[in-house]
Protein backbone atom coordinates (compact mmCIF):
# COMPACT_ATOMS: atom_id res chain seq x y z
CA UNK A 1 0.00 0.00 0.00
CA UNK A 2 1.67 3.61 -0.93
CA UNK A 3 2.38 5.13 2.14
CA UNK A 4 -0.40 7.47 4.18
CA UNK A 5 1.46 10.77 4.19
CA UNK A 6 -0.57 13.53 2.91
CA UNK A 7 2.89 15.33 1.09
CA UNK A 8 4.56 11.50 0.22
CA UNK A 9 1.40 10.49 -1.76
CA UNK A 10 0.80 13.93 -3.18
CA UNK A 11 1.52 12.21 -7.12
CA UNK A 12 -0.35 9.71 -6.66
CA UNK A 13 -3.29 11.71 -5.11
CA UNK A 14 -3.40 14.36 -8.47
CA UNK A 15 -3.78 11.43 -10.57
CA UNK A 16 -6.96 9.70 -9.22
CA UNK A 17 -8.39 12.61 -9.00
CA UNK A 18 -8.07 13.72 -12.65
CA UNK A 19 -8.62 10.12 -13.42
CA UNK A 20 -12.33 10.31 -12.06
CA UNK A 21 -12.47 14.01 -13.49
CA UNK A 22 -12.20 12.30 -16.59
CA UNK A 23 -14.58 9.76 -16.25
CA UNK A 24 -17.56 11.78 -14.58
CA UNK A 25 -17.02 14.14 -17.43
CA UNK A 26 -16.39 11.65 -20.74
CA UNK A 27 -18.61 10.03 -22.43
CA UNK A 28 -17.76 5.94 -22.15
CA UNK A 29 -16.40 5.21 -25.16
CA UNK A 30 -13.54 2.90 -26.30
CA UNK A 31 -10.69 5.30 -26.05
CA UNK A 32 -11.10 6.12 -22.94
CA UNK A 33 -12.28 2.39 -21.76
CA UNK A 34 -8.82 1.32 -23.56
CA UNK A 35 -7.07 4.01 -21.89
CA UNK A 36 -8.58 2.25 -18.26
CA UNK A 37 -7.62 -0.45 -18.66
CA UNK A 38 -3.52 0.27 -19.75
CA UNK A 39 -1.12 -1.15 -17.94
CA UNK A 40 -1.15 -0.88 -14.05
CA UNK A 41 -3.88 1.18 -14.09
CA UNK A 42 -6.45 -0.77 -12.34
CA UNK A 43 -4.02 -2.02 -10.15
CA UNK A 44 -2.74 0.89 -9.24
CA UNK A 45 -6.23 2.28 -7.79
CA UNK A 46 -6.66 -1.13 -6.06
CA UNK A 47 -4.16 -0.99 -4.22
CA UNK A 48 -3.59 2.92 -3.08
CA UNK A 49 -7.68 2.91 -2.76
CA UNK A 50 -7.41 -0.29 -0.60
CA UNK A 51 -9.87 -2.32 -3.07
CA UNK A 52 -8.36 -4.92 -5.18
CA UNK A 53 -11.36 -6.95 -5.81
CA UNK A 54 -13.59 -4.03 -6.95
CA UNK A 55 -10.64 -3.08 -9.23
CA UNK A 56 -10.30 -6.46 -10.61
CA UNK A 57 -14.21 -6.62 -11.38
CA UNK A 58 -14.06 -3.36 -13.02
CA UNK A 59 -11.20 -4.47 -15.70
CA UNK A 60 -13.43 -7.25 -16.44
CA UNK A 61 -16.73 -5.30 -17.12
CA UNK A 62 -14.56 -2.72 -19.33
CA UNK A 63 -13.76 -6.00 -21.06
CA UNK A 64 -16.86 -7.05 -21.48
CA UNK A 65 -18.32 -3.12 -22.50
CA UNK A 66 -15.70 -3.34 -25.04
CA UNK A 67 -16.94 -6.68 -26.34
CA UNK A 68 -20.49 -6.41 -26.33
CA UNK A 69 -22.12 -2.83 -27.63
CA UNK A 70 -24.75 -3.25 -25.61
CA UNK A 71 -23.12 -2.83 -22.23
CA UNK A 72 -21.50 0.35 -24.02
CA UNK A 73 -24.70 1.73 -24.74
CA UNK A 74 -26.36 1.18 -21.46
CA UNK A 75 -22.69 2.48 -19.77
CA UNK A 76 -23.26 5.98 -22.03
CA UNK A 77 -27.35 5.63 -21.43
CA UNK A 78 -26.70 5.42 -17.95
CA UNK A 79 -23.84 8.38 -18.07
CA UNK A 80 -26.53 10.45 -19.62
CA UNK A 81 -28.69 10.26 -16.20
CA UNK A 82 -25.94 10.60 -13.89
CA UNK A 83 -23.66 13.17 -15.24
CA UNK A 84 -25.21 15.57 -18.23
CA UNK A 85 -26.73 18.22 -16.74
CA UNK A 86 -29.90 18.93 -16.56
CA UNK A 87 -30.26 15.37 -15.76
CA UNK A 88 -33.59 13.46 -16.07
CA UNK A 89 -35.94 13.37 -12.78
CA UNK A 90 -34.84 9.89 -11.74
CA UNK A 91 -31.63 11.31 -10.77
CA UNK A 92 -29.60 13.77 -8.19
CA UNK A 93 -27.81 16.81 -10.25
CA UNK A 94 -23.96 15.99 -9.94
CA UNK A 95 -23.69 19.27 -8.94
CA UNK A 96 -22.79 20.51 -4.97
CA UNK A 97 -24.85 23.36 -5.07
CA UNK A 98 -28.20 20.88 -5.83
CA UNK A 99 -26.90 19.48 -2.25
CA UNK A 100 -26.08 22.66 -0.58
CA UNK A 101 -29.62 23.86 -0.89
CA UNK A 102 -31.72 20.73 -0.54
CA UNK A 103 -33.89 19.95 2.83
CA UNK A 104 -33.95 16.97 4.80
CA UNK A 105 -36.18 14.86 2.52
CA UNK A 106 -33.88 15.38 -0.42
CA UNK A 107 -36.25 18.30 -1.66
CA UNK A 108 -35.16 21.47 -3.31
CA UNK A 109 -35.07 24.92 -1.68
CA UNK A 110 -33.95 28.62 -3.17
CA UNK A 111 -31.62 29.13 -5.88
CA UNK A 112 -28.83 26.69 -6.42
CA UNK A 113 -26.29 29.55 -7.42
CA UNK A 114 -25.07 30.15 -3.85
CA UNK A 115 -22.48 27.37 -3.88
CA UNK A 116 -21.85 27.71 -7.40
CA UNK A 117 -20.20 31.16 -7.29
CA UNK A 118 -18.45 30.99 -4.12
CA UNK A 119 -16.54 28.47 -6.22
CA UNK A 120 -16.21 30.05 -8.93
CA UNK A 121 -14.80 32.83 -7.28
CA UNK A 122 -11.81 30.27 -5.53
CA UNK A 123 -11.35 29.22 -9.07
CA UNK A 124 -10.59 33.02 -10.07
CA UNK A 125 -8.46 33.55 -7.39
CA UNK A 126 -6.34 30.83 -8.80
CA UNK A 127 -6.46 32.04 -12.58
CA UNK A 128 -8.19 28.62 -13.58
CA UNK A 129 -11.24 27.74 -15.53
CA UNK A 130 -13.21 24.62 -16.64
CA UNK A 131 -15.88 26.52 -18.54
CA UNK A 132 -16.32 26.51 -21.90
CA UNK A 133 -14.69 22.87 -23.26
CA UNK A 134 -15.46 22.18 -26.72
CA UNK A 135 -13.36 18.98 -26.90
CA UNK A 136 -15.63 16.00 -28.41
CA UNK A 137 -17.83 14.31 -25.99
CA UNK A 138 -16.80 16.58 -22.67
CA UNK A 139 -20.03 18.69 -21.90
CA UNK A 140 -19.44 22.18 -20.54
CA UNK A 141 -18.43 22.17 -16.82
CA UNK A 142 -20.30 23.47 -14.20
CA UNK A 143 -18.17 25.12 -11.96
CA UNK A 144 -20.01 22.74 -8.85
CA UNK A 145 -19.68 19.74 -10.95
CA UNK A 146 -18.18 16.59 -9.60
CA UNK A 147 -16.31 16.22 -12.36
CA UNK A 148 -14.78 19.95 -12.05
CA UNK A 149 -14.32 19.59 -8.26
CA UNK A 150 -11.74 16.94 -8.96
CA UNK A 151 -10.49 18.51 -11.70
CA UNK A 152 -9.50 21.78 -9.01
CA UNK A 153 -8.67 19.38 -6.21
CA UNK A 154 -6.04 17.81 -9.01
CA UNK A 155 -4.78 21.35 -9.23
CA UNK A 156 -4.45 22.15 -5.84
CA UNK A 157 -2.43 18.97 -5.05
CA UNK A 158 0.00 19.56 -8.55
CA UNK A 159 0.56 23.40 -6.98
CA UNK A 160 2.63 21.25 -3.99
CA UNK A 161 5.58 20.93 -6.84
CA UNK A 162 6.28 24.12 -6.90
CA UNK A 163 6.48 24.97 -3.00
CA UNK A 164 7.96 21.88 -1.21
CA UNK A 165 10.92 23.32 -0.38
CA UNK A 166 9.09 26.00 1.54
CA UNK A 167 6.87 24.70 4.26
CA UNK A 168 5.23 27.86 5.19
CA UNK A 169 3.86 27.86 1.82
CA UNK A 170 3.35 24.25 1.64
CA UNK A 171 1.23 24.22 5.06
CA UNK A 172 -0.56 27.01 2.94
CA UNK A 173 -1.28 24.75 -0.14
CA UNK A 174 -2.86 21.74 2.02
CA UNK A 175 -4.79 24.20 3.84
CA UNK A 176 -6.79 24.98 1.03
CA UNK A 177 -6.64 21.61 0.20
CA UNK A 178 -8.44 20.65 3.40
CA UNK A 179 -10.45 23.45 3.12
CA UNK A 180 -11.82 22.73 -0.59
CA UNK A 181 -12.39 19.27 0.25
CA UNK A 182 -14.15 19.41 3.65
CA UNK A 183 -16.52 22.27 1.97
CA UNK A 184 -16.99 21.35 -1.33
CA UNK A 185 -16.33 17.43 -2.03
CA UNK A 186 -16.66 15.67 1.33
CA UNK A 187 -20.02 17.13 2.43
CA UNK A 188 -21.93 15.56 -0.38
CA UNK A 189 -19.91 13.34 -2.79
CA UNK A 190 -20.71 10.00 -0.31
CA UNK A 191 -24.36 11.14 -1.02
CA UNK A 192 -24.20 11.33 -5.19
CA UNK A 193 -21.79 7.92 -5.35
CA UNK A 194 -24.43 5.77 -3.64
CA UNK A 195 -27.02 7.44 -6.07
CA UNK A 196 -24.87 5.93 -8.39
CA UNK A 197 -24.69 2.77 -6.82
CA UNK A 198 -28.46 2.79 -6.42
CA UNK A 199 -29.03 3.37 -10.04
CA UNK A 200 -26.25 3.53 -12.53
CA UNK A 201 -24.71 0.66 -15.03
CA UNK A 202 -22.45 -1.69 -13.87
CA UNK A 203 -19.67 0.06 -15.06
CA UNK A 204 -20.55 3.06 -12.83
CA UNK A 205 -21.40 1.36 -9.78
CA UNK A 206 -17.80 0.09 -9.79
CA UNK A 207 -16.29 3.02 -10.52
CA UNK A 208 -18.34 4.89 -7.75
CA UNK A 209 -17.33 2.08 -4.86
CA UNK A 210 -13.64 2.71 -6.01
CA UNK A 211 -14.08 6.41 -5.85
CA UNK A 212 -16.09 6.11 -2.23
CA UNK A 213 -13.16 3.89 -1.22
CA UNK A 214 -10.36 6.80 -2.22
CA UNK A 215 -12.74 9.93 -0.81
CA UNK A 216 -12.63 8.13 2.70
CA UNK A 217 -8.85 7.85 2.67
CA UNK A 218 -8.86 11.35 1.55
CA UNK A 219 -10.89 12.22 5.00
CA UNK A 220 -7.99 10.42 7.01
CA UNK A 221 -5.75 13.10 5.33
CA UNK A 222 -8.31 16.12 6.15
CA UNK A 223 -9.69 15.36 10.19
CA UNK A 224 -12.31 17.45 10.97
CA UNK A 225 -10.99 20.92 13.07
CA UNK A 226 -8.08 21.46 10.19
CA UNK A 227 -9.82 23.31 7.91
CA UNK A 228 -10.14 27.31 8.07
Given amino acids: ?46 EFCDCAKTALALGLEIEDCLEHDKKMEEAGESYEGLFVIPVTDNYI ?9 RDGNGKAKGAF ?11 ELHGVSFL ?9 FHPDHVA ?15 CKDDGD ?3 EITGEERFFFKNYIENWTFVFLDEIIAKGSVFYVMVANIAKSFLAREM ?7 FR
Avoid at 220 to 226: A, D, E, I, K, L
Fill in 1 to 46: MADNSLIGSSGERKYIYSLFSEVFARKPERDLFNRLRGKGVLEFLG
Fill in 93 to 101: PPVASAFAN
Fill in 113 to 123: STTAEEISAIY
Fill in 132 to 140: GSNEKNIFV
Fill in 148 to 162: TLFAFMAFLIGLEDD
Fill in 169 to 171: ALK
Fill in 220 to 226: SFFPRGQ
